[in-house]
């Protein structure tokens, strides 16, 4: 079975804090991604990686950075975070290939509230 | 406009009943079709993907409409356990599937 853990389950931070949410998979996969989960709202690609120190930005990539300095584990990082950053980060990954290969397989996700 | 829109309900329906959820996407290049399931503070699962000829996969049938840019998933003999919001999928593409997530229709079977 896929397994994508992710280093928080709930945070709490304050304005101006910098953040890091981690994610591991142990399934070799290449591709990993970022995603923010808001009420009323589907799932929204915030970055992505392809490889080991590449990424590539989704459409709401502004507030926020990425790092990927092994396979297994991809970073997200709030450089100073914000009340509307207040949101649901769900990180997913997936292998390359076609179709059902490339299935997203996501982790339980962290609850982030910016105070 | 949302570029995927559904109901988001509640469905609320007894157990063993028919129920059908529908979806519209606006991107014309959307080429592959999926439905993920997500129960309540849980992360999205995959259920089934959609082929253009639709597919059943046990007590669940999705179609697909290109020309309408319509999908849809319907849920014969409803069970409790089948309570959940359920994301319409459609994919680009490219270098990589790039999902597009459906804000979810949410689905509450009682007894």
């Known amino acids: 079975d896929v397994k994508v853990t992710q280093s928080s389950r709930y945070l709490v931070k304050r304005t101006g804090e910098k953040v890091f949410l981690e994610c591991v998979q142990d399934?070799?996969?290449?591709?990993m991604f970022w995603y923010r989960q808001d009420p009323g709202l589907g799932l929204r690609l915030i970055y992505f990686s392809y490889d080991v120190k590449m990424k590539e930005k989704g459409d709401i990539p502004e507030g926020y950075s990425v790092s990927r300095e092994k396979k297994e584990r991809f970073s997200l990082i709030l450089e100073s975070a914000s009340t509307n950053q207040t949101s649901m980060y769900l990180c997913?990954?997936?292998?390359?290939?076609?179709?059902?290969?490339?299935?997203?397989?996501f982790g339980p996700g962290t609850r982030l509230t910016v105070l | 406009r949302k570029e995927v829109e559904q109901d988001p309900g509640p469905f609320n329906v007894p157990e063993g009943a028919t129920v059908a959820f529908n979806c519209t996407y606006s991107?014309?290049?959307?080429?592959?079709f999926f439905w993920y399931r997500q129960d309540c503070r849980k992360e999205p699962k995959l259920l089934m993907s959609?082929?253009?000829s639709g597919n059943e996969d046990g007590r669940f049938t999705a179609q697909l409409n290109r020309a309408s840019q319509y999908i849809s998933l319907l849920i014969r003999d409803s069970k409790l356990s089948d309570s959940a919001t359920y994301l319409c999928v459609p994919a680009i593409s490219g270098g990589y599937n790039k999902l597009i997530f459906g804000a979810g229709t949410r689905l509450a079977v009682h007894p």
């Open positions: 959609v082929y253009s």
């Open positions: 997913a990954s997936s292998l390359v290939g076609p179709a059902p290969w490339d299935t997203q397989y």
């Open positions: 991107n014309s290049a959307s080429q592959s």
């Open positions: 399934m070799d996969h290449e591709n």
